[in-house]
């Protein structure tokens, strides 16, 4: 986890103007809270929620999300995070101290299949996310159309195997001249390399259409049907190196029977994804995932 | 809420003997829980659980549950009592600082319907309650060997329009003269007079057999079918003067369609019913429930 | 329930040419199944799909939907429709007879809210609907653009208490000269007249944000705040002149907590909403959904 | 598929004294139906559920399940069974034709857990499963008491890799003289051998306690757990020789989050377990499951 400063911080007067969201991750041990609450107090701040969890009480880990009102934000926030960086070594914490009123940036990568794409477009229309919409980006010409009617720049970026290092050079090109902050891969169907990976660890959300461990890997609905479950489902997650593999944000279900062949599991399965990936973006834009591991601990 | 001491503290060795709950409801303001965190870091306190929750972040109430350890709590407990008289009166707070260690005590009240009593009974056995069941209550005499076959007591109240005060009289001296802490009705169907539910405020738990508000009153599945509704559920909540009209704790549901007649919505809907009670009196039991007005805040 | 025609039977090859849907109520007795098998048999039909219900095995009412193939449909119809009649009427039938292949015209009425309006047309662009979105109507300007956009023709019909007599009046007229068979109203929030109801007898479609019989009347999802419901819902039903009160086609829910503020019960509300609106929508199209009195039998 | 006959049709008056179920499977081609109705009027058959579904409308697989009331049944028995056998032979059907009023007999094997064992009993003392419990089986002690207070005969046969065979012709030898039916294996946890599993084809119905095939095998929870998933599940399946690969008959989840431990795990599974096995064997009882391959049928 890595420290995000205030550059971004919104002036002016919107209502989140002088929220801070702080996440911890820290071995845990006595006296946490009371510095990190001593330290608000000291500051003036209001907390407006706060959530906890710890591993395990003997020995455990320590994770901690505060969402916090200080007046006057943008004066105070130098003095803040100057003082915050003295209880972060004492207690060995990773943090972040997120100003709430800072937009994050989103790059939407596509295929063909538009369902994910538009409920991104659709939820983020209507005012779900408070983020900005940088980009969408598809191996394919398809879904141009859909993303400019909101107004949102497509680049057409085919992918050959001959080109995988082109395209990606341009992929992170386009991330970089945007500010991207975070990576939404709306059933993408191709492989990410690991320095792309690396470079957006913890920021690539990926939607699989399957109930992960079940059906890793290509057609899961296809699998399902051959394997004749009664479930389906769909699971969120940040990509890492291995496959279908990465940190779990969220999953979802639904119930299917002998009549659904593999395109009405397909048509089913198309409304889990979109919510199940809606999901998992809200949380990530609102600073409520943490992760440990290949876990997430998610603070809903 | 009243503050429940600690004279049934728990002696000895369980994992839970130094562990405390802290519950809080107050007017929001800046500073309550650095005051609070303050106070448990002098009094060396290692915070295991936090949540909280504010109604209103302008001006409205603020709800705190934390779980915390403190070395020889047995020791340490007049000192903490007294110490946090003066934080709860300078916030204004109503307040519970309850030992985690001390069982609650239950009295189960029924009619003829054995599901939910049973369902109590196998989790209660099971480890899923930590309570003492001090008996059952019947207004028949169908559950007996039930109860008795799990070591229960179980007395049978008949009970009759002309009865109706001595009735009372004999459930409240039971109850008394066995410290009941908690009253659940597992389909007891029977009307609970002002008194007895102001003697155990937000202390009886009663399931109804539909999803409140929908479907108040008798017979509620066959209301139900003859709606046409889709779905159907249960509904535990605490147990006010108005019928059916208590703040409500758990609810839950499951789909039915034209195929299911009453009686197999009442199959169907027995399953919701003991499932709902059961979570419903879990939380009650962990202190996870705080209640405001006529709703509840369940920290899960 | 009245016998449709074959007068829209689509020529050509679609794979539904040749399909046949038989919807029937009648009392039930001996015989009814084998009578409708050996018709169909003497037609060479196929049967790709059938489903029976009996509401009570003595002496109640029996229902069935079937669908099947018939060689050379177009050339076949008049003599299956002509032969049909002498069962139906010995069994004392209610049916319908629809080729699968007959496209149903679609009115959808709305008002501001945009969430169930592009639901349906989303999902209609995508193949979820085989019909024709013949218009939208909308009491305000607002969705306009989104009819459009889909190459919708969009009608605003603006409503006030005096223009009642004149708003119905244009209605009929538009729903009229496009030959619509089905009218949903998308969160329209207007009271329909109960002569626009007669005439458009179980073929109006309302989505009514909660789950009924639960929260009847305006502002559900504030009811259900006030009330401290843990689930929230949302129903699709056929109108009828009591407001709220007609057969129930179709409902879901959604766990919510003390955490959902009124906003947010409508966020979430909303995404029922459209769920539920299009399964029911969808049912409709395929002749899935029989009447009885105040109650739906769905063949899904 | 296996045809069983009436040899133990009860006597008398049951409601169901009359009603026998029909399960079918067979080449898919026009006039099956016709047929089998056909059939059905000529025996004075009075139909009360009827369900079909063909797999593949162009040369696949049709299954067809019916239940009907004949007058006199007993007496009419013979010549059903005899007139049936021809047209099974001329659409090559698999069928088999149960008497309602016949109850299967069941074995239970068990090892230590209880939870499973203990819903099967409580359903079946309701009344939710119209068969005979012959025994429950044991490779511990732990469960004699609780199969014993149901009156149900308790058998413990140990189990070591040593006794492998002689375990297993115990327990044949057991299940034969009691005429057992069905196998269910309620968390029995031991590796069924093959020639049992011949045997008992379709008979044996196991718990797995995971959203297969998520978590083949061992300690499937604590996969769970070290996955980060954030929904949990059960399957009911056929046992074949393959471990945790024979056809899926139901399956559910519920949500679980990062507070959920192995042991919080356990306790959510163990009542999604025992709520998918009792309904999976509610279906078996009532000839409701169609196998072909690897999936099943599940006509509800």
Known sequence: METHGFTFLAHGNTPL??????????????????????FLADHEANIVASDQYTMDPDGGLFYLRMEFDVPNLLEAAPRIEQDFVRIAAEFQMEYQLNPAA?????????????????????????GAFFADIAMVIGNHPDLRQHAESFDIPYHHVPVTPELKADVERTHLQLLKDANVDLVILARYMQIISPSFIQQYH????????????????????????????KIIGATAHYVTEELDAGPIIEQDVQRVNHKNDIDSLKRIGGMIERAVLARAVGWHLEDRILVHGNKTVVFT
Chains 1, 2, 3, 4 share one sequence.
């Open 17 to 38: 103007a002088n929220r801070l969201r702080l996440l911890i991750s820290c071995p845990d041990r006595p006296g946490i809270v009371a510095a990190v609450s001593r």
């Open 102 to 126: 800072k937009k994050k940036r989103i790059a939407i990568f596509v295929s063909k299949e538009d369902h994910c794409l538009l409920e991104l477009l659709w939820q983020w229309r209507s």
């Open 202 to 229: 913890n920021r690539i959300i990926n939607i699989h259409h399957s109930f992960l461990p079940a059906f890793v890997g290509g057609n899961p609905y296809k699998q399902a049907y051959h394997r004749g479950v």
